[in-house]
């Protein structure tokens, strides 16, 4: 991991001392402190449909901070925000209700049991997952649950609990999970299907939220960062998946970006977001902002689309694309219409 980072960046000056010297667990504590010390770092928090009904809808993609949304987060916000935490049933998939509350499900969760998700989007009772957890368990009732675990809903679960109580069995198990799954899960695990779209965008937030937290150690830390910074990208930048998957690319590869900035790869993966979202609205939108599909709801969807990835750079404190920025007072009139 500290091969792909630029050592010279102001800040990094301790690990690479401590690299000089061979000493890799000095430099892995220098490297988690200099994630704390941190001020103006922009850790873009749910990157994803985060302009969609954020008053009627809790819990979605396991984001149960009630609106307005923070755009961004640090782990100084913890006593902040931690009272606009959503403590009822949950909300998630399609308008379903949960028979769970957030801290109900991260409560299963350190007794090692997840409530999944069957075919059509409804909850299950909670699956026994064993200790250590079963990275390969499959339910008859629902074949899509592995599938939807590696892109790690657990994950914001147990971070966000931890925000709202303080309690730090949370960290311990979600550090427990989260390093456990790095070196055992398959890689055929990790990156099926949109898993890895997933992991960019919850996991850059789940760490800065328990930097404070006396249970994460820089080891576990450095590994958690080093799979992030290897795994996900590389998954993400091999080329556009197509429509909105293709947005969905873009907003976790800012994801990665904001967090990241210090990786040597970080202009780079930008510039394939960007090349994304060129080619997106290339293709979507013509150049006074109306839209090549004329059905209604393809336009809203476009535009949200554009919006929410206007939205992430700016909140990244990244440049919006002149010829986006071009087009949008069409997005912006059908949104508001």
């Known amino acids: 991991m500290f091969a792909r980072i630029h050592l010279q960046m102001p800040g990094l000056e301790k690990v690479q001392a401590a690299l000089d010297h061979d000493d890799l667990r000095a430099a892995e504590t220098a490297y988690f402190e200099f994630w704390k010390s941190r001020t103006d770092q922009k850790i873009l928090w749910n990157p994803h449909f985060r302009m969609v009904r954020l008053e009627g809808r809790n819990g979605q993609a396991s984001d149960y901070f009630l609106a307005p ?8 916000d913890r006593e902040r925000l931690q009272d606009r935490i959503y403590k009822g049933n949950a909300w998630e998939w399609f308008d379903k209700q949960t028979n769970w509350t957030l801290l109900e499900m991260a409560d299963l969760m350190l007794e090692d049991r997840m409530v999944p998700v069957r075919d059509g989007h409804s909850f299950l009772p909670p699956l026994d997952m064993g200790n250590p957890w079963n990275w390969d368990s499959e339910s008859e009732l629902a074949p899509s649950a592995n599938a939807l675990m590696h892109r790690h809903y657990f994950v914001a679960r147990l ?9 730090d069995n949370y960290v311990t198990k979600l550090v427990t999970l989260w390093t456990d799954w790095i070196r055992r899960a398959s890689a055929g ?5 949109l898993a890895p779209m997933y992991q960019a965008f919850i996991h850059p937030g789940a760490l800065e939220m328990i930097l404070d937290s006396p249970t994460l ?7 958690m960062v080093a799979y992030l910074s290897e795994s996900p990208i590389k998954w993400l930048t091999r080329g556009p998946r197509g429509a909105n998957q293709t947005i969905g690319q873009v907003n976790a590869i800012l994801s990665l970006v904001a967090a990241l900035p210090e990786f040597k790869g970080s202009d780079r993966w930008l510039k394939t977001a960007m090349g994304y979202l060129t080619g997106f609205y290339n ?10 599909e004329p059905s209604f709801l393809y336009s809203i969807s476009t535009a949200l689309a554009l919006l929410n990835c206007a939205d992430n750079l700016l ?4 440049p919006v694309p002149q010829e986006l920025s071009a087009r949008a007072t069409g997005v912006n009139f059908i949104v508001q219409s």
């Not at 949304?69 to 100084?76: D, G, K, L, N």
């Not at 150690?217 to 590994?223: K, Q």
Request: glycine residues 14%; aromatic residues 14%.
């Open 315 to 318: 909140a990244a404190g990244l």
């Open 189 to 193: 695990r990790k990156n099926q299907g």
């Open 69 to 76: 949304v923070p755009r961004t987060i640090s782990w100084r």
């Open 283 to 292: 293709g979507s939108t013509y150049p006074d902002g109306g839209f090549a």
């Open 159 to 167: 971070a966000q609990a931890y925000w709202l109580t303080g309690d």
């Open 217 to 223: 150690e820089p080891e576990a830390f450095c590994l």
